[in-house]
């Protein structure tokens, strides 16, 4: 059973802060990771993808990997009240397989 | 607006209906996908069509039955649905199937079925 795991949360934080959110994968295989922003009603939408191990930033978002550990994180500098949402983590494998989804971790930044 | 756009964004219908959701692509993508989204699951994928043709179907029931007529539109119709049907319906697109490309996903479809 290939899963992607995240903590429901939900997350608070005070604005300002750094927001940090993990992902850990069971399949060993997976190559290729996405966040995905979904506001409450709303489709999610694609924010970072990170594809090797080590850090890559865009902006104040951050992804992370470590495929020895298989995590995956997103830290949010500077949080805003605007960047509270659901954060989804996916995984795929890139071998025919499709994306798996964690159940989504819920951010609340405070003003 | 992510280039993807379903059609009615809400649907309330009662079990012995029939209706289609639809979904159209505008960003020159191979693959469409129909996912389901229910309230504190992970999102669940349902097919897959990758150049028309489908890829993966996830053991869903026969009363979900997609369709994919060109690399642009996708249907998925819907019949003899159950309550517990009622969720989120997601399409997305995506560059290549089997590539693990990313996902852009359309506004959805609020599904009620009474």
């Known amino acids: 059973q290939k899963e992607v795991e995240q903590n429901s949360g939900p997350l608070s934080v005070p604005e300002g802060a750094i927001a940090s959110l993990n992902c850990t994968y069971s399949?060993?295989?997976?190559?290729?990771f996405f966040w995905y922003r979904q506001y409450s009603g709303k489709s999610p939408e694609l924010i970072m993808s990170?594809?090797?191990?080590g850090d890559k930033e865009d902006g104040r978002f951050t992804a992370q990997l470590n495929k020895a550990s298989q995590y995956v994180s997103l830290l949010i500098r500077d949080s805003q009240p605007s960047d509270s949402a659901t954060y989804l983590c996916?995984?795929?494998?890139?071998?025919?397989?499709?994306?798996?989804f964690g159940g989504g971790t819920r951010l609340m930044v405070k003003p | 607006e992510t280039g993807v756009t379903q059609t009615p964004r809400h649907l309330v219908m009662g079990m012995t209906n029939k209706k289609s959701l639809k979904c159209e692509q505008h960003l020159g993508h191979n693959a469409m996908y129909w996912y389901k989204q229910s309230a504190k699951k992970p999102l669940e994928l349902m097919f897959v069509?990758?150049?028309?043709?489908?890829?993966e179907n996830n053991s869903v029931p026969s009363r979900f039955s997609p369709e994919c007529p060109n690399s642009s539109h996708l249907f998925l119709h819907l019949h003899t649905l159950q309550p517990e049907d009622s969720a989120l319906y997601l399409c997305a697109s995506g560059g290549r199937a089997s590539y693990g490309e990313k996902l852009f996903f359309g506004s959805g479809t609020q599904l009620s079925v009474l």
């Open positions: 990170i594809y090797s191990n």
């Open positions: 399949d060993r295989v997976s190559q290729s």
């Open positions: 069509y990758s150049l028309e043709e489908r890829v």
């Open positions: 996916a995984a795929n494998n890139n071998a025919g397989n499709m994306l798996t």
